[in-house]
């Protein structure tokens, strides 16, 4: 059973800044889809951003309504999928998920769509005060 950790979520002012992590306990062929999505109270779960990624090739999609205030990225390792959230506003509080997926079915998978993916992280909380 693979386990996703996240880390780095909690209560910034309007403005701030927040990396958060999401490592895989294991990554099985390295063929992989993994992601960041969001979920705000009473709404639904959205996209930010993923990487797919095929042994030593990736791609990284973005959403385009986060674009330039948040960006995807892989630790040096290839083991970590950061996501840096920068300008951040009350509108960004929510629960934020790592989801993971091994399953290939190729680069044209649209990533960011939440269905497909089997394995999430717990959440972590983002706040943000104005």
């Known amino acids: 059973q693979v386990q996703l950790m996240e880390s780095g979520g909690g209560a910034v002012r309007a403005g701030g800044s927040l990396r958060l992590s999401c490592k895989a306990s294991e990554y099985g062929n390295e063929k992989y889809y993994m992601g960041w999505f969001r979920q705000a109270p009473g709404k639904e779960r959205e996209g930010i951003g993923c990487?797919?990624?095929?042994?030593?090739?990736?791609?990284?999609a973005t959403a385009d309504s986060m674009k330039g205030r948040f960006t995807i990225s892989q630790d040096d390792d290839k083991k970590t999928l950061i996501l840096r959230m920068t300008s951040l506003s009350p509108e960004d509080t929510a629960v934020y998920y790592c989801a993971a997926d091994f399953s290939w079915e190729g680069w044209g998978r649209d990533c960011l769509a939440a269905e497909g993916y089997g394995y999430w992280g717990q959440g972590t909380q983002v706040t943000v005060s104005s």
């Open positions: 990487i797919k990624v095929l042994t030593t090739t990736s791609f990284i």
